[in-house]
């Protein structure tokens, strides 16, 4: 039943029915639900704007979106590990290839040059992870040109190397004892703690751990220039001269497999692994000389190494640790 409402008539001193007209009846409904409609409409934009709130097909979007920002930061990772390599690479060419060949190396402007002018990346501008997509493309521009400068270098050593095989064949390019036999590369070039006075010593060329007995190979072409236990500290040792300068050294054996005068190619066996001489355990120690200077044999081993394994190698030989001799 409908409430009925009444006023007090001030005149006739009694209460009078409130009488509501039929036009006002239908403007407070019609008020009413347009009232509501806006309402209704805000509530449901407000729903669809907060973040709280989203989607099916939304949701999806925001998971891909942070699987491909996952997929560029392992991407740049990844890319970081290349440059590492390829730095080596670039490196070894400068001073090993190019110096052996008489020939200018490729200055660092030519190598890590980038692209100017006009701006190449306005069309991955105006995104959520724009500088994260710039900055992989940039740098895969310039991974990819330098890999570009640096086959077309490697193209031109190879022309030159037609002209100098017997050159090759003296630079040592392969490890003196093979990675099956190999314990672990113990020490590196450089300043070492003597394990015998503790205290810091240029150590000129590289130790590698391996059984007594495991076979010492020769790491390019020469002539055995001695065969004995003679010269301090070495023990029982080898060392060829390979010509062009380069002159090899392997110490601390336990036996010769030549003599001196003897030719030699590379890969032949010249000795076994021991412990004579200045020695504190069983290992070869192994020197790389050219023009009577040491140099670090760690750059001598693009015969037989892959470029994991090279960077393996690089990152125990800078290991600033105690040599066994």
């Known amino acids: 039943m409908a409430k009925v409402k009444y006023y007090y008539d001030q005149e006739s001193l009694s209460y009078r029915k409130i009488e509501v007209k ?163 590369m113990a020490s590196g070039f450089g300043w070492r703690t003597d394990p015998f006075t503790k205290s810091r010593r240029r150590h000129k060329g590289m130790d590698f751990t391996a059984p007594k007995g495991t076979p010492v190979y020769a790491t390019s072409d020469g002539r055995v220039k001695r065969a004995d236990n003679r010269a301090s500290g070495y023990g029982k040792h080898v060392r060829i001269d390979h010509g062009f300068g380069y002159m090899t050294l392997y110490a601390h054996l336990s036996k010769y497999s030549v003599k001196r005068g003897q030719q030699v190619k590379r890969g032949d066996v010249i000795g076994y692994v021991g412990n004579t001489g200045r020695s504190q355990a069983p290992h070869l120690h192994y020197e790389i000389y050219k023009d009577g200077v040491p140099v670090n044999p760690i750059n001598f081993y693009s015969g037989d190494l892959n470029p994991e394994e090279f960077e393996a190698m690089l990152e125990a030989a800078n290991r600033e640790n105690q040599s066994l001799d």
């Open 22 to 184: 039929s036009r006002r009846k239908v403007r407070n409904v019609l008020a009413f639900l347009v009232a509501s409609a806006l309402f209704g409409i805000g509530f449901v934009f407000f729903l669809l704007s907060t973040p709280a709130i989203s989607t099916p097909t939304e949701i999806a979007q925001l998971r891909e979106l942070e699987n491909y920002k996952l997929n560029y930061e392992q991407l740049q990772h990844k890319m970081q590990k290349v440059e590492e390599v390829l730095d080596h690479l670039q490196e070894r060419d400068n001073q090993i290839y190019r110096v052996v060949f008489e020939t200018n190396p490729i200055s660092e402007d030519v190598r890590k040059a980038g692209f100017g002018g006009a701006n190449r990346y306005q069309n991955l501008e105006g995104f959520a992870n724009s500088d994260l997509i710039i900055s992989t493309t940039k740098r895969l521009d310039i991974l990819s040109k330098q890999m570009v400068v640096q086959s077309k270098s490697f193209d031109e050593v190879q022309r030159l190397a037609l002209d100098k095989e017997k050159l090759l064949a003296a630079i040592p390019s392969i490890q003196p004892i093979t990675n099956d036999d190999l314990t672990r």
